[in-house]
């Protein structure tokens, strides 16, 4: 029939069909990540020199990595032919396009293929655009376990390598821990090579503290179900590389048989299946107990195994540095949590659910404990021992250690049934509070309680010539218990201040006393001085209930919260975090409140110190607190001091909250210095640039300002970066390793401090900076809406990933928006502004001015500088102007809208020739080739999401009726999903959220 005689609607389906058998065809033929016919994990790898990039843009990745992507991308893509025949032909093409645009020399260009995907995306309904998301996200989400794997895959080779071959500079060691730069391993002998006393190096590192704050940020956005089958496709691929390293020469069950072989491949091919068709989406939000338990699994599991490993390790690489062991309960490392303790601005974390997280970790550590301690009894079936053991257990006993061990074992088992029983009745009593039930007396309730009943069996094993039997798995306990203890992990508990002042000042008015909020700062002191002295209750418990029309239902939370605190058990709560503190009075409310609730000990009070006025105002309002006598006799010389990072950055900018960040710990340790104050700074961090995070943690330590570290770093570990960097055992150690070996080097390493002329420039690029940043941010009175119609922001609340809101509080603008929700929503439009706007114009002022040469020179010689300008170029280089001008085309009409966005990207143009200038770098970040070959492997699958979510968006806020037309379904919820998984899918290849 000729196609003049068919309808339109026929021809359509014809041309299409066409279209679809032609990208069949061309997809087979080129070999791309979605097709081979017979994808295997035991097909020999192409070599490096010969394997490309898809669009040939870069070197490949390697080999064994390029083989394991492009096996599961195949297989990927044969299901998706399989399951959606007709979704495959669409993601072949729109892959196709996203090369072309990634390989495209000219804005013409881009411009003229990105009209060709959007044109194609318009013709795609909306299950069949939620289906080609998926797709692309799948793909990137397998290659992020690929990369996982590989990464292991290398570090566990580097630990085989003896260190006079590895090609390090460093070839000192026992080949314990790799003899790195930012590795324990490397560190130590550098020190020594350095003239440090062996004697002084084992003082630092024995006495030092890294404590590791795990919080419930809402930026781990892939499900706990994808996750799991992740993690079962990361075994296979570990399984796949135990047949591969089998030549046959040994007989043994890795031999590579083809029913192995087989069986394997089905392995992966089922697990492949089951996440292809099943949901990328969360059904609903977690609440704050299951955000606990996720952040519990993490230490329950990996950190579990990896602390003791690490130990070992470090204690091995220590005797051969300085001819002395580590002590067994050396608590170098610490963990603590935020899940479950931080309400700031989440109102469903409260008083029952710190309640209910504290019991359950209990009940996790005492169930982890009795089951390694049960091994210990299996193992050690001696029948002498010396005589302190032989006094405890009698001159009868046969198995005198198994006898010694069976009633600790027992009271382990009791303290998990305690636990156990207590949930049961909190869980049971929610809806009517009832005071807890007190332990029975013989239960363990800290960790001295049980390294006083370990320690003695250790020592018998010593005494006895059996430390064979004393340094296995009883010293892998022993240090279990010094690190994570009864507790697992600690719990810090985080409350605005606000949130103290409206409790007091119920208080004061229902005493007669006034309103609290109205009084002066010398007044408040005043008055929280004189009560925190007088040691009598301002209220009795419970009296707030009575009198409604005086307490508000948030006053009753705040009171009833440190009603909680004051019933737990020891070693439960860390520290009470104090977020948008200003004033001295902000902590003295802390403190008073909780003594007033019965505290008998109470919890560290840190300040945050968050915005650029709350930096610059911090040394101020430290000084009045050390000036306090009643304050004072309470902290006994030690403070907590939390600096904010994302915060003071989305209030001024990355650069000016940068150096404010420096000076105001310079500034807060020479003033405890004077004070004979022993201070802690805690670092709350984020996982992106934007948010004061940095990939390269060593360079990060050592880029802090000297003198303020000071062997104790405490530092939050958030949403994704728990699972990337901790969510392996090898990947663990490592971390643990970079993190012990930074603050150890940082402690003895000289670094410069800035010279006087250096301050004044950044004095100067701080200014620059943050005057360009809130010209924009706040002076623009675009930007909201351009924020807020260029970005997902608004969709993001949608999202099922975390318990909080995303705004601290209803309405409000920008300021008013959470520093994740800020970051997330640029890093997903790639324009990534947060983390570099005000940096370019600050730079390129200065580099043309007379101290342009001195600004070079400021780069090379100052680390801490240097690694700012580093971070930025990353960004940089994982941003793209041309998808967010996109983002701008398909969501923004009005034309005085898009000017702003025409502004943003000349802004990213100064700043990246500027990056580039102080640099001498020919391209962003060309000296890292890593992020180089990752970014061009990912990018075509990145942009194909981006792209997609654009369309997503405006479909979504469409007025009228474009949905219900012909070939679209109109289904909103089809069009969520797809919004969500293009989001998940970004995220995993960018690598990172918030």
Known sequence: MSSMLLSPARQLCRIRNNRISSIIARSQSSYSSFHDPNPTLFKPPAPSSTAQTDDGSAPALPPLLRSDVRTMGSILGSLIQSTTPNVFPQVEELRQYTKQWNSASTPEEKTEVITRINKFLSTLSDKELSAVARSFSHFLALANTAERHNRVRVLRAGSL????????DVTHGVGALPPKHDSCGGVLYDLLERGVPADEIYDTLVNQSVEIVLTAHPTEVNRPTIMSKHERIYNHLTSADVFRES??????TSVPTPYRQSRLNDALRCEISLLWQSSKVSPQKPSPVEEARRGTLVAETTLWDALPSFLRRLDATLYDATSKRLPLTANILKFASWMGGDRDGNPTVTPDVTREVCLENRRTAAKKLKEDLENVYKMLSLVNCGEELRRVVGDDCYEPYRAYLEPIVQRLADTEAWATQSLFNLRSSKLEHSAPTPPPPHVYLTKSQLLDDLLPIHSDLVSTGNSIHADGTLTDVIRRVSTFGLTLLPLDVRQESDRHEEALDCITRYLGLGSYKEWSEKSKIIFLQNEISSHRPLLRHGEWHDYPEIFT?????????????SEQHPESLGTYVISQATSASDVLAVLLLQLNAGVKKPLPVAPLFETLDDLNGATKTMDTLWSLPAYLGIIGGKQEIMIGYSDSAKDAGRMAASWAQYETQESLAN?????????????????TVGRGGNPATFQAILAHAPDTINSRFRVTEQGEMISQNFGHNVIAERTLDIFTAAVLAEHHIHRPRPCEKWRQLMDRLSEISCDSYRQVVRGDDRFVEYFRTATPELELARLNIGSRPAKKKVGGGVESLRAIPWIFAWMQNRLNMP????????IEEVLKSEDGDELRRMYKEWDSFRTTIHLVEMVLAKSSPEISQNYEETLISDSHLKSLGTVLREKHSVTQNAILDITGHKTLSDDNELLMRLLAVRNPYVYALNVIQAEVLKRLRSE??????????????????????????IANGMGNTG
């Open 553 to 565: 239902p948030t006053a009753v939370d705040t009171l009833e919260t440190f009603e909680m605190i």
């Open 671 to 687: 003033l405890a210095r004077e004070r004979n104050i022993d201070v802690t700074f805690f670092h709350g961090k984020g996982g």
């Open 247 to 252: 030549d046959g020469s040994v007989k043994t």
């Open 960 to 985: 009228d009726d474009a949905a219900t037309q012909e070939g679209n379904n109109g289904d909103k919820d089809v069009l969520e999903d797809a919004l969500g998984i293009t989001i998940t899918g």
């Open 835 to 842: 983390s570099w706007l005000g940096v370019g114009d600050a």
């Open 161 to 168: 390598t003896t260190p006079e071959t590895n090609g390090d």
